[in-house]
């Protein structure tokens, strides 16, 4: 086909470095578990966040000086929609998730840099997502990040600046959406590992913060817009 360019480009999303940056006062002393995703349909959700609850209480249950932070997106979340009800429907009880601090209402998008910057550890067991940029955004704020070796974060994710986890391939049987697909579900065994050693070897978290801090800078606005300008230019 000769110089003849290929129909389909792909530009990825951007992360807006003045806003999402490190910021070592904000950190917490206690280790800290970051996530924020939509958690609308309990065990079958896409976003995975059942797989890290269950994962937390399992393995940190007896851990006084670690916590998982939840930012929880309710945009997707259906009118009547109720956090203590969805904890019962997964096995979880209030005593299981005492170290826990979950945010379950709407904040200023500003505001949300500052929820990264409160972590060591981003956690993201998604099923299946196309770019995961919630993923990108606390890379920028200096956390690794633990996610399924599945999807779009696979793309900026490895195992300099984070930990990969594993996965069995599932049928899509309960979203008339998704019906044909499969979506990826994360190992609990191995996702309870990945967290646990990074609990437990806080000395290799400052190198890969920084590796997640530069694999962020090339993931930006301005980026992507250069990529669409040179596309248009080729024309």
Not at 57 to 66: A, G, I, L, S
Request: with cysteine; glycine share 6%; aromatic share 12%.
């Amino acid at each position: 086909y000769g110089n003849v360019l290929p129909k389909l480009k792909v530009i990825p999303h951007g992360v807006n470095l003045s806003l999402f940056k490190p910021n070592p006062a904000m950190k917490q002393s206690k280790f800290t578990f970051i996530a924020n995703k939509g958690w609308a349909q309990g065990i079958n959700d896409r976003g995975g966040m059942q797989w890290l609850l269950k994962a937390f209480c399992e393995e940190f249950k007896n851990d006084t000086n670690v916590e998982l932070l939840f930012k929880i997106n309710v945009a997707y979340c259906q009118p009547g929609w109720n956090l203590t009800n969805e904890l019962t429907k997964i096995g979880l009880s209030p005593d299981d998730t005492k170290n826990i601090k979950f945010i379950p209402q709407n904040i200023d998008y500003n505001q949300l840099a500052e929820i990264y910057q409160k972590g060591h550890v981003f956690v993201s067991p998604t099923m299946g997502d196309a770019f995961n940029l919630p993923c990108l955004e606390a890379m920028a704020c200096g956390l690794p990040v633990i996610t399924t070796n599945f999807g779009g974060q696979t793309d900026y994710v490895t195992n300099k600046n984070g930990w990969l986890v594993d996965y069995d391939l599932v049928d899509v049987t309960w979203d008339i959406n998704y019906e044909g697909n499969q979506w990826a579900k994360p190992n609990l065994k191995h996702l309870k590992g990945c967290m646990r050693a990074a609990y437990e070897n806080q000395d290799i978290i400052k190198n890969m913060s920084e590796q997640a801090v530069l694999t962020a800078q090339q993931y930006t606005w301005d980026n992507a817009a250069r990529q669409l300008v040179y596309l248009f230019s080729e024309e």
